[in-house]
């Protein structure tokens, strides 16, 4: 499941001897692409400590409100703003009582207090205290404030009780925060149908420029942002034709789907659908040059050196940045180098009105991973950096982003 990709989960881990397993669930968090930045209570270092969650998260451990690393920001503030969730495991009875009353007085509930994301709680005490009523009576506050709980199961606890109590399982939390993010995207997405009756036209994936039967030129190109692009746009309302180059990726459904294999193939699908098209994003990898002669045979080896004669590719993106007047026009800049200032030059020389610029040597973006990294660099000149998130997510805000351009567009011109 992909929903915790590029997610940014605040773990807020308190004094008590389910702490240890706070180290699995970040783990865990980490492996399926969440971003796990560890509050440690004072009580929590008794039981655990930092470095523990700072090589399983790669991230920094915060424990004190009053250490600030960057000075251009307060840190319990950028955490709480910068959530997508807040998760406390395990969740003390004492720090549920502080958050039922508004108590500030560390870290963790200063950022608690701080922020607008939904938080989650996986309550871990003896089974006396979280049958208590004023336990009960502050969760029940909590419940009331918007928190959910994330129910303790049953059995020998460390005190030698055995009842209600115990915290959840490191691998029943990641279950249940994914599918509390997957429900979310899905609700979402069912929502927003603003690209309705609009035709947007995506290109995705590799080409091939054979040279022989056997053997072609290509690229790594997965196509995988170029299919979450068609299924954003689709879900959003849009009536939407997608021409990919060879991939090994499932058809989405709904979309009017169009193969080729050679940046001609390419060229010719997308000029015939250019006109009729409002929004075209290309995102496939293009062959920039191609063979001068195909052979009809397989060639055989010889022992001398083998000379291949190359020319240039059609240029699809630079022909229909000459020929369009009402559509708007997003391409992609895949670079290892200076990637702002190239996807600015691409923005200029291809006539442009957005390029989707990325570093393919960064780790979590490029070709045939999940996530991607993007910069989008707009005509009007507007850059905006997105961090590490879902293909699906960065699609989504490539429309979002397209969609307040040509309002803006619509309005300048009226």
């Known amino acids: 499941m992909q929903a915790l990709i590029g997610k940014n989960i605040v773990l807020g881990v308190t004094g008590g001897i389910a702490a240890y397993k706070a180290a699995a669930l970040t ?3 980490t492996q399926a692409g969440a971003a796990v930045h560890v509050i440690l209570t004072q009580n929590a270092r008794q039981f655990i400590q930092p470095l523990t969650f700072q090589a399983l998260s790669h991230l920094p451990v915060y424990t004190d409100t009053f250490t600030e690393p960057d000075p251009q920001q307060i840190a319990h503030i950028d955490l709480a703003d910068r ?9 003390t009875a004492n720090v549920i009582g502080k958050l039922a009353n508004g108590i500030a007085d560390d870290m963790l509930t200063t950022t608690l207090l701080a922020t607008k994301a ?14 208590h009523p004023a336990v009960a009576a502050n969760m029940k506050r909590l419940a009331d404030y918007g928190y959910r709980f994330i129910e303790p199961g049953e059995g020998l606890l460390a005190c030698g009780w055995v009842g209600k109590g115990r915290m959840a399982e490191p691998e029943e939390i990641v279950e249940i925060v994914q599918r509390f993010f997957a429900e979310g995207q899905a609700e979402k997405r069912e929502a927003v149908r603003d690209l309705a009756g609009k035709r947007v036209l995506i290109t995705a994936g590799p080409t091939r420029e054979r040279i022989d039967p056997v053997r072609y030129i290509s690229n790594h190109s997965s196509g995988k942002m170029g299919y979450a692009l068609a299924e954003a746009a689709r879900d959003r309302g849009a009536d939407v034709v997608l021409v990919s180059g060879p991939t090994d990726l499932p058809r989405p459904d709904g979309v009017t789907f169009v193969p080729v294999e050679s940046v001609q193939e390419m060229y010719d699908a997308v000029l015939d659908r250019f006109e009729a098209s409002d929004i075209v994003v290309k995102a496939a990898a293009v062959s920039d040059y191609r063979p001068v002669s195909t052979h009809s045979h397989k060639m055989k080896k010889t022992t001398g050196t083998l000379r291949l004669e190359l020319e240039k590719a059609p240029d699809i993106l630079q022909t229909i940045g000459r020929q369009k007047t009402h559509q708007y026009l997003v391409g992609f800049a895949a670079e290892t180098q200076d990637l702002l200032r190239y996807a600015q030059e691409k923005l200029v020389r291809k006539n442009a009105d957005m390029i989707v610029a990325n570093d393919v040597l960064a780790e979590g973006a490029g070709m045939g991973v999940d996530t991607n990294i993007v910069t989008l660099v707009t005509s009007d000149g507007e850059t905006i950096a997105l961090n590490k998130m879902s293909k699906r997510e960065v699609a989504d805000k490539i429309f979002d982003t397209v969609l307040a351009k040509m309002s803006a567009r619509t309005v300048k011109r009226t």
Not at 118 to 131: D, I, K, R, S
Request: net charge neutral; hydrophobic share 60%; no cysteine.
């Open 83 to 91: 959530a997508d969730l807040v998760l406390i495991a395990p969740a």
């Open 118 to 131: 939904p938080v989650m709680l996986a309550p871990a005490m003896n089974v006396n205290m979280y049958g």
């Open 27 to 29: 783990s865990k968090l």
